[in-house]
């Protein structure tokens, strides 16, 4: 089995897992539509992640659905490809599971080193008959990067910059995933703009992975505590959608071969606001 299409450009969200459920197949099915390549949505928290996945893949036709990510602490591989495994044939080919190692501060007292934490789970996964190709590993840092590319399609890292998107694509070299999200404000005012950004990314702050990835992209503690101009401008692209594109081509012209966009916008908007910012992210970018 080959790697899941994604196209060069996807969207994550949080809605389309825990929103109303009818409503965010409706909204999956629009961006299946728009031509959006992969569809992202998260597992970290656990739950009936493969339920929601069932559910959006009944929902679309084209459009690879991937989860980013599932926690490797929060199902057992067995559980994951029992349900993998009773997919169809055509489902298969859609579905990518980016799988994950979490944060030790959120896991507490099980965490372990997330190297041979991730490549174990990984290997029980493609034992029962998952295939690596259709996995990718939330991978930040060199030695979770270099993984993915021996165990999995390659890599989907989170809150990062193009300059992650060039050292990853340099460990893994051609022919690997490449797929980071990237955060986007549909806003043109720097002020409101950068506090949407802020809010989005200020629980963020106190996660180990992330903060040592961070300083690895040179952004310093002074800058990650202040939640600076530059920091934020690092992380998100703001803007209107001249600015959103001009963020992905950074990604991609860095060795990414797909970028997908996470929309961040004021709190209780609801999801027919994130389905007029993907209409105009897919007029602009598709």
């Given at each position: 089995m080959s790697v899941p299409p994604v196209g060069r450009i996807g969207i994550w969200s949080l809605e389309l897992r825990f929103g109303d459920p009818g409503e965010s197949a409706e909204a999956a099915a629009e961006l299946d539509e728009l031509g959006f390549g992969a569809i992202w949505f998260p597992g970290g928290v656990g739950g009936d992640v493969t339920g929601d996945f069932s559910r959006l893949l009944n929902a679309t036709k084209r459009a690879t659905l991937?989860?980013?990510i599932i926690n490797v602490w929060k199902h057992e591989p067995a559980e994951i490809a029992d349900w993998f495994n009773g997919l169809s044939d055509v489902h298969k080919a859609?579905?990518?599971l980016g799988i994950g190692i979490s944060h030790g501060p959120l896991i507490g007292e099980a965490w372990g080193k997330p190297i041979p934490v991730t490549r174990d789970w990984v290997e029980k996964l493609t034992a029962l008959g998952?295939?690596?190709?259709?996995q990718c590993l939330a991978a930040l840092g060199p030695k979770m990067v270099a993984l993915s590319g021996e165990r999995t399609a390659g890599a989907h890292p989170y809150l990062v910059t193009p300059e992650h998107s060039r050292i990853a694509r340099e460990i893994l070299g051609p022919g690997k995933l490449v797929a980071p999200e990237q955060g986007v404000v549909l806003e043109s005012d720097p002020t409101v703009a950068r506090n949407l950004a802020r809010g989005a990314v200020d629980h963020y702050r106190a996660l180990p992975n992330y903060r040592t990835n961070w300083h690895r992209l040179g952004i310093d503690d002074a800058d990650i505590e202040a939640m600076s101009d530059k920091f934020i401008d690092a992380?998100?692209?703001?803007?209107?959608?001249?600015?959103?594109?001009?963020?992905?081509?950074?990604h991609l012209d860095a060795g990414a071969n797909?970028?997908?966009l996470q929309v961040v916008a004021p709190q209780g908007q609801g999801m027919a606001?994130?389905?007029?910012a993907w209409r105009e992210l897919a007029a602009a970018l598709l």
């Open positions: 991937a989860t980013g859609r579905a990518l998952v295939p690596g190709d259709n992380l998100f692209a703001w803007g209107g959608v001249e600015q959103i594109a001009a963020r992905v081509k950074e797909h970028v997908c606001n994130q389905r007029a």
